[in-house]
């Protein structure tokens, strides 16, 4: 058996948006976080998207977001830098919820 190769971590996160949030609000959300990638070290890639499943699994999760890290490390930086944090602090009048899962890629 060979040993694990830790590539790339991934850090995904869902949304759920408030029925009050609206498209000006959720739109200037998206583009917030597209801006972060841009402006914190160690994000080697970032994509995002809305729910297209036809299962209707997502219990109303309609947004995810993509952030790959080569290391723990830039991860941990990027949840303490100043700018994600900002950007979190701006969420609360539109987001219902949120739900992170981060995973070493295979």
């Not at 402006?39 to 036809?54: D, F």
């Not at 209707?56 to 977001?65: A, E, P, R, S, V």
């Not at 701006?90 to 295979?106: C, F, H, I, N, P």
Request: charged residues 20%; negative net charge.
């Amino acid at each position: 058996m060979q040993p694990e190769t830790r590539t790339t971590l991934r850090h995904v996160v869902l949304f759920a948006f408030k029925d009050s949030a609206t498209v000006d609000q959720i739109d200037a959300i998206v583009a917030d976080f597209g801006t972060l990638k841009d402006r914190i070290p160690g994000i080697t890639a970032y994509e995002w998207g809305t729910n297209v499943s036809p299962e209707g699994l997502n219990q109303g999760f309609t947004h995810c977001f993509t952030l790959s890290f080569a290391s723990e490390a830039d991860r941990n930086s990027y949840l303490l830098h100043a700018a994600h944090q900002a950007f979190v602090g701006t969420l609360g009048a539109s987001l219902e919820k949120s739900l992170v899962v981060d995973y070493w890629a295979q």
